[in-house]
């Protein structure tokens, strides 16, 4: 088994071969200690088994500050509640975004800024407000015309090359907006959700019925063009779709099992999360 018993003990930082104390310095002098195994590589996946969502935050902030120190200028973002402790851990941080561009994965057809419930409201409130960045993309889900947004939103991904990119994942396997059967060819597009991404949505809405029922979404080759993928997950609700992403077989009908065929890619799960691995 793959996902052996995490230690607690402070004084130690070394288990027989297997080092599992990390520790990372935050603007407001804390120290956050993340216990968690030595790096395992499944598939290509570089997988981290963290305590919570605090200590995934800052393990994904610290990755996020080496790559800027190499160069970065395109971060991709992702909104949900998977991330909300990056973006907290962020706000905190003492990284400087003024000379960096960020490019978000979707957003609700119907929606804007004014509600509450669109992601550029979620991002604003979550990130930007904290830490503006050189420029902010994300699509405009009350574009009158929708095919024209697309291709505008393509063009916006073709000339900002993602650098870094930010991802949760949906009980059913979805990455983005990408549901089960999605092509791993498509762009950026209008998407029908899945009965079960309209559930799982609906706890954000006051009423389950203003749920919206479209998207629009980065493409998953949008996705895959990013030189590194950070995917953070957490809680046995989670559970099966990280076994199916992880060890399944590559298949449109789970659509993050594509991130087996990508290069740089890094799993950030809690034990639950990680409970069905083999």
């Known amino acids: 088994n793959i996902i052996p018993p995490l230690y607690h003990n402070f004084n130690q930082t070394w288990c027989g071969s297997m080092k599992i104390g990390i520790y990372q310095l935050t603007k407001i002098g804390i120290y956050h200690i993340i216990y968690l195994r030595n790096r395992q590589e499944v598939n290509h996946m570089k997988i981290h088994v963290v305590n919570n969502q605090v200590d995934g935050a800052v393990l994904a902030v610290d990755l996020l500050r080496e790559k800027l120190a190499n160069g970065a200028k395109v971060i991709g973002l992702a909104t949900g509640s998977s991330p909300l402790e990056f973006y907290s851990v962020l706000r905190e941080s003492d990284l400087d975004f003024s000379d960096v561009t960020s490019v978000n ?13 669109s992601y550029v409201h979620f991002m604003k409130e979550n990130l930007f407000n904290a830490k503006p960045f050189k420029q902010s993309f994300l699509p405009n889900g009350l574009a009158k015309d929708l095919t024209e947004e697309i291709a ?10 993602v650098d870094f990119q930010i991802l949760g994942i949906g009980r059913n396997g979805h990455i983005g907006f990408n549901e089960p ?4 060819d498509a762009v950026t597009r209008v998407v029908d959700l899945a009965p079960s991404t309209i559930e799982a949505n609906a706890r954000f809405f006051a009423h389950p019925e203003d749920v919206p029922k479209q998207a629009i979404s980065m493409g998953i080759a949008n996705i895959m063009a990013a030189k590194t993928i950070v995917l953070m997950a957490y809680g046995k609700e989670k559970a099966d779709a990280i076994k199916a992403m992880v060890e399944g077989e590559v298949t449109e009908e789970v659509p993050a099992s594509i991130l087996q065929k990508h290069n740089d890619v890094v799993l950030i799960i809690d034990q639950a999360a990680a409970s069905k691995l083999g």
């Open 152 to 161: 505008r939103y393509n063009q916006i991904l073709a000339d900002h090359p």
């Open 181 to 184: 059967g999605a092509s791993f």
């Open 105 to 117: 994965l979707d957003e609700y057809v119907g929606l804007g800024e004014d509600s509450d419930q």
